[in-house]
Nanobody, 115 residues
Framework: QVQLVESGGGLVHTGGSLTLSCAAS????????MGWYRQAPGKQRELVAT???????NYADSVKGRFTISRDNAKNTVYLQMNSLKPEDTAVYYC?????????WGQGTQVTVSS
């Protein structure tokens, strides 16, 4: 059973920084990619950033230049460094992992940016 455990969410002021972590476990296969999505109240879940096992990254335009995704393959962990946070970044952030074309999700961690 694949498990994704997120940590690092919280409350921060505009312009502040947070780092999210997500540790994956339970799979006998290596993942194809990991990443982060987010869902704000009343909105659909949207992509934030993804990273393949080899390190290729993809970012939503809204976070380019402010967020950095990275991973530690030895620890099966993905990170999201978020800088220059804005109130519109407020959302529940979900860790995502793709293994053999199956998608897995974490339970989500709340990020709130106060103005």
């Amino acid at each position: 059973q694949v498990q994704l455990v997120e940590s690092g969410g919280g409350l921060v002021h505009t312009g502040g920084s947070l780092t999210l972590s997500c540790a994956a476990s339970g799979s006998i296969f290596s993942d194809d990619a990991m990443g982060w999505y987010r869902q704000a109240p009343g909105k659909q879940r949207e992509l934030v950033a993804t990273i393949t096992r080899s390190g290729s990254t993809n970012y939503a335009d809204s976070v380019k230049g402010r967020f950095t995704i990275s991973r530690d393959n030895a620890k099966n962990t993905v990170y999201l460094q978020m800088n220059s946070l804005k109130p519109e970044d407020t959302a529940v952030y979900y860790c995502w992992e793709m293994i053999k074309m199956y998608n897995y999700w974490g339970q989500g961690t709340q990020v709130t940016v106060s103005s």
